[in-house]
T-cell receptor, first 118, second 114 residues
Framework: GAVVSQHPSRVICKSGTSVKIECRSL??????MFWYRQFPKQSLMLMAT?????????EQGVEKDKFLINHASLTLSTLTVTSAHPEDSSFYIC??????????????FGAGSRLTVL | AQSVTQPDIHITVSEGASLELRCNYS??????LFWYVQSPGQGLQLLLK??????LVQGIKGFEAEFKRSQSSFNLRKPSVHWSDAAEYFC????????????FGIGTKLQVIP
């Protein structure tokens, strides 16, 4: 089945530094990937849609300059949290929509990346 | 705009008992509905989905869900819960058409007691 790999699974950084999270589709191509953020005991909130070969589309209220998204190839999207602060600490999850046997696009999720900013 | 309501934030059931997790959605057209499960510190795994056809859909791990258009519901059920089912369950609704955006409910945390 379709697999989405996310790395790193956990990262701890100092305030003011930048952190890069990678999302890879291992056995399918994804021209679009989605980045979600999940706060403790809350649901997933869509941050942005990553588009291969073009700019990402950000949801309302998400800072484009803080959360840089680059869809470098058909199998890789990266999320860079720039100048991270403690309030950026969260669980970040990516997803991609491979087509399943019915021809529909069903989201497959990475395992998530737990970011802790000290 | 589409939305999903999961009225139960936390449910506790005994191992072997039946389970029903509630989900109500709001969507202007025919919805595409999903149930995902998330174990602690993990990503989401698709349990089942409904696009069309039979309104009772079977998923992995013995789960099933029934789409009821008149009630705008897509409740998840399992006849006999196992301790390994303890996790958080998310109902989601999506729009068909290329790469759909999916809106998630707030989730229901399931606790299974011996």
């Amino acid at each position: 089945g379709a697999v989405v790999s996310q790395h790193p699974s956990r990262v701890i950084c100092k305030s003011g530094t930048s952190v890069k999270i990678e999302c890879r589709s291992l056995d399918f191509q994804a021209t679009t990937m989605f980045w979600y953020r999940q706060f403790p005991k809350q649901s997933l909130m869509l941050m942005a849609t990553s588009n291969e070969g073009s700019k990402a589309t950000y949801e309302q209220g998400v800072e484009k300059d803080k959360f840089l998204i680059n869809h470098a190839s058909l199998t890789l999207s990266t999320l860079t949290v720039t100048s991270a602060h403690p309030e950026d600490s969260s669980f970040y999850i990516c997803s991609a929509p491979p087509r399943d046997s019915s021809g529909a696009n069903v989201l497959t999720f990475g395992a998530g990346s737990r970011l802790t900013v000290l | 705009a589409q939305s999903v309501t999961q009225p139960d934030i936390h449910i506790t059931v005994s191992e072997g008992a039946s389970l029903e997790l509630r989900c109500n959605y709001s969507y202007g057209a025919t919805p595409y509905l999903f149930w995902y499960v998330q174990s602690p510190g993990q990503g989401l795994q698709l349990l089942l989905k409904y696009f069309s056809g039979d309104t009772l859909v079977q998923g992995i791990k013995g789960f099933e869900a029934e789409f009821k258009r008149s009630q705008s519901s897509f409740n998840l059920r399992k006849p006999s819960v196992h301790w390994s089912d303890a996790a958080e369950y998310f109902c989601a609704v999506g729009a068909w058409g290329g790469y759909q955006k999916v809106t998630f409910g707030i989730g229901t945390k399931l606790q299974v007691i011996p």
